[in-house]
């Protein structure tokens, strides 16, 4: 009988070991092949689904480009090769090519769905929404009937601020599969946008039900509860465990001991790792800090997982040099074992449940000490995260500081330092002085804003008739604020919303505002302190939370605890206040920002140096076993 010929075994034996989940036999089978015969079709094809499989997208495609140059004109096949290898190409960011790939399948087939859906996530991925719809509209129509296209569309009418027409292509990827997570994902951010944070939760929960995997639908949840009313503390740090159930301990066996020189003090290696080193709000608080750290006891890193990098991510990968490391497209995994290999003996998690947070990363502990500051004033649910930055205000004395999973380091006087980075940009006279009416405003996030925040501001516009308002809110959120204030006794004509701007145009906004009015219970920390850069005082209602109690921080660190109610009364009775003493108002506008800047939320070298004194005295209880 006739031996089979050694490819045909290798063949065999490769596809036998995918198929039994062997992906390490199966790729030194497949390897093995290829060095006997090169061109092998079948070989390159399967060894590159394998590498796509497995995340290694720039072998996957190195493999696929190797088979289009043996195969350049196979009408069956070519179609086929160009789809993976434009995901291939999308998937490690060079949307370039993977765009050209997905364009050439369509002079092919100008009837390929797949091409035009896979065009259109590219064109999303690369921050082109308006570019992106018209393909993933064909995709739609050519394959109706589709879930997964419908999603994609979705998505894309959401970025584009197009709320209800993103709904209803969700809710039909439900009826189309009820099962499909990303459908369930999808409708939830969309439902965030309208406000409705109960529908949302519920979409959540369902996504991360039928895929356990998603663990940015179960952050997003996490979000979304930070502004509910209905979460108090200790309900927030138990969904954050819950989190850390599903999502942190899968990665508990890639911990393992720390070999980091135990020298209680040496100059230390400090990671910060952010989604946002980019045009964000976090650069007003970490410039100051990165100006301004010691760097003759601390050499820091940054781990950057931006999107789509800026100018803003420019100047940071400028500031740490050849210590800015790209993470984005490594996994958790693999980028826990770059801060490993660098050696940090503290890193330090920017963002929390954040968008495009890490906090896997942080569950595989790469590092011996691992704070979290700066994201927003709470707790992960990580055990790995051995401590969370806060201050006097945020956490005062007497405060349960078991609602943290982490242990508390307390800074002398903020948790924030502030640089508005806008020189040149002056406080004009107070508005109402001209303008004859008090112009109230708040320009938080839409997200912060729910019925019981619209219902406190209308008590304030009651008590003081012609008084108007001036809030942030994209379209989608205008009408419902609206109908809200209008049963709450207020006008729709006494109300004006402001759109996204620019960051020198919003500050400019408050040109126009004479008092701003905070949201509860996540209070503002960037919005406020620009407010009052710009001369605004924001009267703020404290409360049973860390993030409640973040415009009580600001207002003691400036000298203006009559800024702070402790009802809504209070509230209320503070605002009208200070509406009915015009010449308190204007001398406010002139001081605040002077007093801003010579307070412990300005003075940034006396905050670098608070902030690495709890670096090391973390180091120093980490080396004494405490």
């Not at 500081?401 to 903020?414: C, I, K, M, Q, W």
């Not at 008084?467 to 942030?472: A, E, F, K």
């Not at 000298?559 to 308190?584: C, Y």
Request: hydrophobic letters at 40%.
């Amino acid at each position: 009988m006739k031996a089979p010929h050694p490819v045909r075994r290798l063949w065999e034996r490769a596809r036998a070991a995918r198929a039994a989940g062997q992906t390490k036999e199966a790729e030194s089978l497949y390897r093995q092949l290829l060095k006997r015969s090169p061109q092998h079709p079948e070989a390159l094809f399967e060894l590159s689904v394998l590498l796509f499989e497995a995340g290694r997208f720039q072998e996957s495609s190195g493999t696929l480009e190797h088979l289009l140059a043996i195969r350049p004109e196979d009408p069956v096949l070519l179609p086929v090769l160009l789809t993976n290898l434009g995901e291939a190409y999308r998937r490690q960011g060079d949307l370039g090519r993977a765009a050209a790939a997905f364009e050439r399948i369509l002079v092919l087939d100008p009837a390929f769905p797949e091409a035009y859906q896979n065009l259109g996530l590219t064109l999303v991925n690369a921050g082109r929404p308006s570019e992106a719809l018209p393909h993933l509209e064909r995709a739609v129509a050519l394959r109706p009937e589709s879930a997964p296209f419908h999603v994609s569309l979705a998505w894309a009418l959401l970025q584009l601020g197009r709320v209800d027409e993103s709904i209803a292509h969700c809710q039909r990827a439900v009826e189309l599969d009820s099962n499909h997570a990303m459908a369930h994902h999808h409708l939830a951010n969309a439902l965030v946008e309208l406000g409705d944070r109960g529908g949302a939760i519920l979409s959540y929960r369902r996504a991360f039900k039928l895929d356990p995997a998603d663990h940015n639908a179960h952050s997003n949840l996490i979000l979304v509860a930070l502004t509910d009313p209905g979460y108090d503390a200790r309900a927030l740090l138990s969904e954050g465990r819950r989190w850390a159930r599903l999502h942190a301990e899968p990665m508990r066996p890639y911990q393992r001991p720390h070999t980091n020189d135990k020298n209680p003090d040496r100059p230390l290696r400090v990671g910060y790792v952010s989604p946002d080193f980019r045009a964000h709000p976090m650069i007003q608080f970490l410039t100051p800090v990165l100006a301004h750290h010691d760097r003759s006891a601390f050499e820091i890193h940054l781990y950057s997982s931006v999107d789509q990098p800026d100018l803003a991510t420019e100047r940071y990968r400028h500031w740490a040099g050849t210590r800015f490391r790209d993470i984005r497209y490594l996994d958790d995994v693999a980028a826990a074992e770059l801060v490993r290999k660098d050696r940090i003996d503290i890193l330090v998690d920017l963002a929390l449940h954040s968008a495009g947070g890490r906090l896997r990363l942080f569950a595989c502990k790469p590092a011996p000490v691992q704070i979290t500051w700066l994201g927003y004033a709470g707790t992960t649910g990580l055990d790995a995260i051995d401590y969370r930055l806060t201050d006097p205000y945020v956490d005062p004395p007497g405060t349960d500081l078991g609602v943290y999973s982490e242990a508390s380091l307390h800074l002398p006087d903020t948790l924030w330092c502030y640089d508005a980075l806008e020189p040149g940009l002056p406080v004009r006279p107070l508005p109402a002085l001209t303008a004859g009416v008090v112009m109230f405003g708040c320009q938080n996030s839409y997200r912060k804003v729910h019925p019981g925040v619209l219902s406190l501001w209308a008590r304030v516009l009651r008590e003081l008739p012609g008084s108007r308002l001036l809030l942030y809110a994209e379209k989608s959120g205008e009408k419902n604020t609206l109908q809200l204030l209008a049963a709450a006794g207020v006008e729709p004509d006494r109300v004006e919303f402001g759109r996204r701007v620019s960051r020198r145009e919003y500050l400019e906004r408050y040109q126009r505002i004479d008092i701003g009015l905070d949201t509860f219970p996540f209070t503002g920390a960037t919005t406020s302190l620009d407010a009052m850069w710009m001369g605004v005082p924001v009267v703020t209602l404290t409360g049973g939370t860390s993030l409640h109690r973040a415009g009580t921080c600001l207002a003691m660190n400036l000298g203006l605890p009559e800024l702070v109610a402790n009802s809504e009364d209070d509230f209320v009775a503070k605002a009208i206040a200070l509406a009915g003493d015009l010449p308190r108002l204007a001398q406010l506008r002139a001081e605040l920002r002077p007093r801003l800047e010579a307070s412990p939320l300005g003075d940034a070298p006396r905050f670098a140096r608070q902030l690495e004194a709890a670096f090391r005295t973390a180091w120093r209880q980490y080396c004494t076993g405490a």
